[in-house]
């Protein structure tokens, strides 16, 4: 299994930026997104169920940012909108074979990873 996040940049306050998650096709339950911002813990971001579209999100980034798979390609997308300095972050797209609902904002619920992608975003 692999995971492939790229399309982070520097991009300036109240820009928009989306990144790709590119899989290996394996069959996965739940894809999601995480971020790591200097001294922080890894904390989720926006997640979607695989078979059902379901989307789920972080309070934090709840109506600017937009995640979507396309199935066809294997991928994942996180379009982020209206960015702001505070999201600079190392992003890192997560899968999991398996999924407690519950769980799926929980990081140690994801068994697959990505090399993380770098987001800066300048005020």
């Known amino acids: 299994v692999q995971l492939q996040a790229f399309g982070g940049g520097f991009v300036q306050a109240g820009d928009s930026l989306r990144l790709s998650c590119a899989t290996s096709?394996?069959?996965?339950?739940?894809v999601s997104w995480f971020r790591q911002a200097p001294g922080k813990e890894r904390e989720f971001v926006a997640g979607i169920m695989w078979s059902s579209r379901v989307t789920f999100y972080a309070d934090l980034v709840k109506g600017r940012f937009t995640i979507s798979r396309d199935s066809a390609k294997n991928s994942v997308y996180l379009q982020m909108d209206n960015l702001k300095p505070e999201d600079t972050a190392v992003y890192y797209c997560a899968a999991g074979a398996t999924m407690i609902v519950g769980m799926r904002r929980n990081r140690d619920a994801y068994a697959f990873w990505g090399q993380g992608t770098l987001v800066t975003v300048s005020s």
């Open positions: 096709g394996s069959t996965f339950r739940a």
